[in-house]
C-alpha cells in the first residue's frame, strides 16, 4: 500500500538537548522509532512501564544524567551524514520534520537523513555515535554483520512511518573514514505487521490509562530501575494476601534454589582458591624470596602467574567525618552525596 506521511511538527530548533520541554510534549503524543523497543517489551535502556508512566504523566521525565552523550551524538549528525555521502557516493540531505502514520497515528517519526539512491528511490539515514569498545559487540564484522535490536526496531519503525523500503544506519566511533560502521537493511513487511499490533496494544494502555503488566517486559531489572526512580514515602498499606499467595511459595522456593547454586559455586570457589595458593606458593624462589611474577614454560606452551600488589584509595566513614569537621568547603566540594537504592526484603511468619 503507497501512502505519504503526515508533517506534523517543524523540528528545526527543537530536539532532545535544544527546547526539551517541547521536544518531549510532542513525543508524549505517540510511540517514537527510539521507543518502539520499549513499547513491545524489548528495551534495552527502558521497560514497557516505565515508558507508559513517560505518556501518560506531563510531569514524568527521566533525569538526563548522559545528557553529555545526547549532545555528542546531536553534534555528530552533520559529520555522520557527511561521512556516509562520502562512503556510499550517496546524496543526504536533512529532515527537519515529526511524522505521523497516516493510518496509525500513534506512530511517529524523526529521521536523522533522507538519501537519494541512483535510482532516485529515498532511503532512511539513522546516525549513532557509539563507544569504540562496545562496536564489535553490536555490529558484528563485514562477514558477519549484526545490528542490535534496538537499532534495527527504530528503523523498521521510521520504514513503516515514511513509507519507505530501504534504511541505512551509519555508527561512528572514531574520527576518520575508518572508524565507521554502515548497515543497510529492506523493508519486511512480516516483521511491520507484528510490529504495528505490538505497539498498538501499547498505545491502547496509554489511551485507556491502564499500566501494561509488568511481566511484558523482557528484562525486569529495567522495571526495578523503573521503580527505584520512583518516591516511596513512609507508611504501610495493606496489601491483597490471596493475590500473591503463590508469589510468596514461588520466591522462597527460588530463594532456596539461589540458595544451593550459591553453595556450590562456593564449593568452586574453594577448590579454585586450593589451586591459586599451590601457584602462588611457586613463586617462592630457592633464596627463600617471593617473587610477583613467575614462568611455567615447556615446549609447546608458556604460562605466566603474577601476584603483584595494587594499591587502593579509599575513605573510610571516620576520615570523612574528619574531612566534614576540619575542612567543610572542601568536603561540599569533592564528596558527592546520593541516595542509596532501596533494598527490597520479604519475611514470612505464621499467625
Known amino acids: 500500500m503507497r501512502y505519504s506521511p503526515i508533517k506534523l511538527y517543524d523540528t528545526t530548533h ?5 527546547n526539551r520541554e517541547q521536544w518531549l510534549a510532542w513525543r ?40 553529555e552523550t545526547l549532545l555528542y551524538g546531536q553534534i555528530m549528525e552533520p559529520y555522520a551524514r557527511r561521512m556516509f555521502s562520502f562512503l556510499t557516493g550517496y546524496p543526504v540531505k536533512e529532515d527537519h520534520f515529526m511524522y505521523q ?8 517519526a524523526n ?36 545490528l542490535p535490536y534496538q537499532y534495527e526496531a527504530q528503523m523498521r519503525h521510521y520504514m513503516c512511518v515514511k513509507n519507505v523500503d530501504v534504511a541505512f544506519l551509519i555508527a561512528i566511533y572514531g574520527n576518520t573514514r575508518n572508524d565507521v560502521v554502515i548497515r543497510k537493511i529492506a523493508r519486511d513487511y512480516a516483521y511491520e505487521e507484528v510490529m504495528i499490533k505490538e505497539e498498538q496494544k501499547f498505545w491502547s494502555y496509554v489511551e485507556n490509562r491502564t499500566e501494561p503488566p509488568y511481566f511484558e517486559d523482557q528484562n525486569p531489572d529495567l522495571v526495578l530501575q ?35 547454586q550459591e553453595e556450590t559455586i562456593q564449593m568452586i570457589n574453594n577448590e579454585l582458591d ?18 610477583d611474577h613467575g614462568v611455567f614454560q615447556c615446549k609447546n606452551e608458556r604460562v605466566d602467574i603474577f601476584y603483584k600488589e595494587k594499591e587502593n584509595i579509599s ?22 552525596i546520593s541516595k542509596g537504592n532501596p533494598k527490597f526484603s520479604l519475611k514470612r511468619k505464621e499467625r
Open 226 to 260: 523503573a521503580l527505584r526512580r520512583q518516591t516511596f514515602i513512609n507508611g504501610t498499606i495493606d496489601l491483597p494476601y490471596d493475590r500473591f499467595a503463590s508469589d510468596f511459595d514461588d520466591y522462597d522456593l527460588l530463594v532456596e534454589r539461589k540458595k544451593r
Open 28 to 67: 508524549k503524543k505517540g510511540i517514537g522509532g527510539s521507543e518502539s523497543a520499549a513499547a513491545r517489551g524489548h528495551g534495552k535502556f527502558q521497560s514497557m512501564l516505565e515508558l507508559y508512566w513517560v505518556k501518560v504523566n506531563p510531569d514524568y521525565e527521566i533525569e538526563m544524567d548522559n545528557w
Open 101 to 108: 502514520h497516516p493510518i496509525y497515528p500513534f506512530m511517529l
Open 315 to 336: 575513605l573510610p566513614k571516620t576520615a570523612q567525618d574528619r574531612l566534614l569537621e576540619d575542612h567543610p568547603d572542601i568536603y561540599s566540594k569533592y564528596c558527592v
Open 111 to 146: 529521521v536523522d537523513g533522507e538519501i537519494i539512491l541512483p535510482s532516485g528511490e529515498k532511503a532512511i539515514l539513522e546516525c549513532k555515535a557509539v563507544n569504540p569498545k562496545s562496536v564489535k559487540k553490536q555490529f558484528g564484522s563485514k562477514e558477519e554483520p549484526l
Open 14 to 18: 527543537i530536539n532532545a538537548v535544544e
Open 274 to 291: 586450593k589451586l591459586k595458593a599451590k601457584f602462588i606458593l611457586a613463586l617462592k624462589g630457592a633464596d627463600g624470596n617471593f617473587y
